[in-house]
């Protein structure tokens, strides 16, 4: 497998996703094969996670992170790893390391 | 095979209410089953919440409509494993915190349609049937990740299991006509394993065997089931 594969993380607001999308214009100006994806993941996993951040009284930090692995899961056998055999240049707008960063102070213990 | 003790301290802190776990392969009878028995109790003025199954309640999360709906359409065929595995532990998770712990501590009998047993025997079957070359490690993470979430006490352990054993042939015609989906000799396939799988988890364990046949009535099932279940309430 080629390619190469790019995550960018920060805070909200710290520049990631105008970052990512210029070097995405620049890349492919240039006339390299790039895949970007940006926050949304696997529709119906985004939806269901979308209706549970709704509703404060039953939303659960636990299940919120299990639903973020399974759409990480998702992103990698359908968008990351196909764009990488194709030798592409993969750009992630957040990765798993933001669900890990934002289960802190959700009340998931890092340890 | 778990560590135990994780959930045994939960499971104290709720004793006045009883979990029970309804498990068997699909088809086997065990929504039908968690139904008659809520019916019985009900009659008692007993208060009965059912989780997990295939039925999805108005009181059940997104997440559960979810899962149903790919059961349903495509038997999570297409979805990678380990998005399954971590979508239905969210579920889990999720019912636990908002629906059983709060039912338990009312003192209320919960059925769960399916419950641990169910997802180490599906997702362990699944490992063998579809990636026997990685199944050392994928049953290590599987082991792992199940007492990640124990050890944490967020998954309270079953004060009694009800399996229901059935026939393959049997529940094939269950599932063709609830699901839109044909069953594949590959199902059938699975279907088997899951049934070992059950085997070796309840290997040496106290749980309640029932038959589901022409020769055992629902009824009969449910009472059984509900006289096992009523030796564990405090």
Not at chain 1, 30 to 43: A, D, I, Q, T
Request: a negative charge; charged letters at 25%; glycine letters at 8%.
């Amino acid at each position: 497998m080629g390619g190469v594969f790019l995550a960018f993380e920060g805070i909200d607001g710290s520049g990631k996703t105008t970052l990512a999308t210029h070097l995405v214009d620049w890349l492919r100006e240039r006339g390299f094969h790039v895949v970007y994806v940006s926050s949304v993941g696997y529709e119906p996993i985004d939806h269901v996670t979308r209706e549970l951040l709704a509703d404060a009284k039953t939303y659960d930090p636990y299940a919120h992170l299990f639903l973020s692995y399974a759409n990480s899961r998702v992103l990698v056998k359908t968008i990351i790893e196909p764009g990488l055999e194709e030798d592409g240049i993969v750009i992630l707008d957040r990765y798993y390391h933001s669900s890990i960063a934002y289960s802190v102070p959700l009340g998931i213990p890092l340890v | 095979m778990l560590e135990r003790k994780g959930y045994t301290v939960t499971n104290k802190k709720n004793k006045r209410g009883v979990l029970v776990g309804v498990e068997g392969i699909s088809g086997a009878g065990k929504t039908s089953l968690c139904n008659a028995m809520k019916q019985r109790y009900e009659v008692l003025n007993e208060q009965v919440l059912l989780l997990g199954g295939f039925e999805v309640h108005p009181y059940s999360s997104p997440i559960t409509a979810l899962c149903r709906d790919l059961v349903t359409t495509t038997r999570f065929v297409g979805l990678p494993w380990l998005a399954e595995v971590h979508l239905l532990l969210a579920e889990m998770l999720h019912d636990i915190e908002s629906l059983m712990i709060p039912s338990m501590e009312k003192g209320e009998i919960v059925l769960v349609d399916g419950y641990l047993d169910s997802f180490l025997a599906y997702e362990g079957a699944r490992i063998v049937r579809h990636r026997p070359e990685k199944s050392t490690l994928m049953r290590d993470y599987l082991r792992q990740v199940v007492n990640m979430v124990c050890s944490i006490g967020r998954i309270p352990v079953c004060d009694c299991v009800v399996y229901i054993e059935c026939k393959v042939d049997t529940s094939k015609a269950r599932l063709e006509r609830r699901d839109s989906l044909a069953m594949s000799g590959e199902d059938l396939a699975l279907q088997m394993e899951i049934g070992r799988q059950y085997d070796a988890l309840f290997a040496g364990r106290s749980i309640l065997r029932i038959q589901n046949d022409d020769e055992c009535s629902l009824e009969d099932n449910a009472r059984v089931s509900a006289e096992y279940v009523d030796s564990f309430r405090c």
